[in-house]
């Protein structure tokens, strides 16, 4: 007789996936929603500025009336509901329902996206001091000052490909998830094939310009890296235990018998320390070269390939059985030294640029880089960006490694195995990866040239702060006309008889017009996933075990396959959010995403 558990394991076994577009059409999706984010934050159509608790109950009675601000929780409800709908739900129609006609789903957001931005809407410093004037008795706490240190782009890429790997690890037990989007047996292309090299991606892509500056490796930054990847180690372990504990059902072709995914991650710190301290000054792109040639060189010439495919699993023996766990690892740490040398590049600040290519760009006439180009609020000028210089960057390498990838794939004839995590899955992952930061950072930059700078916002303020001093225009006009102006009922807000201010920003105020950019930028959703992001992974697995236990997945009508979904997708983003706006950081490793420190000046 047939049980639950094997009709499971038969569900998602022997598949060969689809083409390479199907899984990429997702990654246009992912784009596509955030064009439409970027259109609506930039048109003030989404709240940009959360409401900051007040410091005080000062009794100091406010220049500018403004309504009661919402609560800090009302407020992170309702904007992670809105960014639910603009940025999951395209997400989940597009694994499900509407994959088939996902090319429509993307030509839909591009088309709201620019209806959002030619129809009327109110001037961004406007918005930004209304927001600020309901919360200028307050400060930014260090959390919300140190989200927005955060490049945005890295955000929303590390971010997004969390949620699509989110959704896909439980949608995959239902009849409405594609096949074709399911992880492949042996070769060919997948969604959740693409999700798992992304993942490694997504980490040492941040992870670079860190371990890049870390100092010298010393026997104690072993015994270090040690103590960060125990967690996820055990991690690993607990799954194992439970997985056999409750006859869990396992796709024993995917990683072996007793491997995990989580072990494969816990053991990049520790192969990372152990070649920076054999190889001083490590180059992580020639570590990637490496790696990848000599486990191909293996797999095509040495029998590797055979071995992994077709050797018997031999009880007893802990290497045969979890072959493809221990073998693949050599791709993955390939494609993760791969994206730390992308980010050791593109992950710096204009004050991290050498002096050799400062000088280059000073010789061609674009001036000093420029940190964060517009978007920092500068307003643009001759000074070349530094977006703009990382977009010229990825273009580079995305030209190179599918140019590289097509090669290999097609003139040697060598098929992607996601198994095995050959040379060509690897190249096809980062091809993929460096395309879609490409993408971000794109989008990024060009709603970036939008943003008013500094001076602007300040020329804009209605009200005259305490501390400001007029001109001598406004100062030099007797007491009876400012009597008159001050009774005149008729007056606004921004009426040119308000007295000057000098064209700049206090302190307090650049800091709230930071948050508030920040907020334009990057969805907030995106900002506390990707502050929690191992521990949202490992809350997905837990629900994803829950509901396989409870529920028979494969007798699932449709609709109450997307409702499980959408409910599922909504409790793991929701506690995404809530540890946010607690102040909690889950930390069980130490690789973040935050801007390198400024370099010193010799």
Sequence with gaps: MVTSKDEKIAFVSGLSGGSAWDAQLIICVCAASFLLFRALAHANRLPLEAPLPSSSSSSKPSKLKVSSAPSSVSWNATRAFAEAIVLVLPILLALTTAHAHAPTLIASLVIIAFVALVAPRRSIPATFWDAY???????????????????PFSVVFRSCLQIVTVAAILAVDFRIFPREFAKTETFGYSLMDLGVGGFIFSNGFVAGPRLKTSPPRTPAALLKSIRISLPVLLIGIARLITTKGLEYQEHVTEYGVHWNFFFTLSL????????????????????????????QYLLQTRGLEEYILHAPRVPGDLFSMNREGMCSFLGYAGIFFAAAYVGERVLKDGEMVDREEAAAMEASGYGKPKKGGKAEGEGPGKSFSLDLLNLIDLASLTSCVTMLFLAIRYERGIEVSRRMANLPYSLWVISVCLGFLFSVLAIDYLFSLGIPSESSVAAANPVLPPNATPKPRAASRSRSASRSRSRSKSRSRTSSRTPARANTLTAREREHWHLFVHRMRTPLIYDCVNRNQLAVFLLANLLTGAVNLTLDTLAMPPFASFAILAAYLAVVVGAAVIWNALDVTLNFNSVGSRRPRKAKRE
């Design 133 to 151: 004037y309901a919360s200028e008795s307050s400060h930014p706490s260090k959390s919300q000052l140190k989200l927005a240190s955060f490049r």
């Design 268 to 295: 990049l710190p520790i192969l990372t320390s152990l070649l920076q301290y054999a190889v001083p000054g490590l180059h992580f792109g020639v570590a990637a070269a490496a790696l990848f040639g000599g486990y």
